[in-house]
């Protein structure tokens, strides 16, 4: 592999950047990690668990988050704006819950009002989801700000 080739995959796959399209590349990649096992938790909890699938909707979707959080903190995005880990993660699940309504209520609109499969109304509102996601964790949450920019604040280990 040519030394070329090599820095560019480096510098798409590991190298942490602050270039917002690497950054959606990496998000995609991470929101479809977080999406399978949302994906996946729904359809065991609304099949076999028989839970009402607007239920297993909610659980799903948190544990989406978990896994788009610990990568979005470790892989995706350079700068920390909140010192807190435990600040951040709560900041994180609040954005989570605003993805979490768009998913709710869209899930809704599609499965009871478009008569769609609940799991095509999730595939579909998941690209929403994303959307909105990804704005307000670029944006907002971490964007260059107060935390240090290493993300070593709070003895957090450098990204």
Do not use: C
Request: aromatic share 12%; hydrophobic share 50%.
């Amino acid at each position: 592999m040519s030394g070329r080739i090599r820095s560019r995959l480096h510098s798409l796959l590991i190298k942490r950047t602050d270039r917002t399209a690497v950054q959606l590349l990496r998000s995609i990649a991470a929101s479809h990690l977080g999406f399978w096992a949302d994906f996946g938790t729904l359809a065991l909890l609304t099949e076999i668990a028989g839970l009402y699938y607007l239920v297993s909707a909610v659980f799903a979707f948190v544990a989406g988050l978990a896994v788009t959080y610990l990568l979005s903190v470790l892989w995706i995005f350079k700068h920390r704006r909140i010192k807190s880990r435990i600040g951040e993660f709560i900041a994180f699940g609040m954005t989570g819950v605003i993805g979490m309504g768009v998913m709710v209520a869209s899930m809704w609109f599609f499965t009871e009002i478009l008569r769609l499969h609940y799991l095509i109304s999730k595939t579909v509102s998941s690209v929403l989801v994303f959307a909105v996601n990804f704005t307000i964790r670029k944006y907002i949450l971490f964007r260059p700000g107060n935390a240090e920019e290493d993300g070593a604040a709070d003895g957090a280990r450098p990204r």
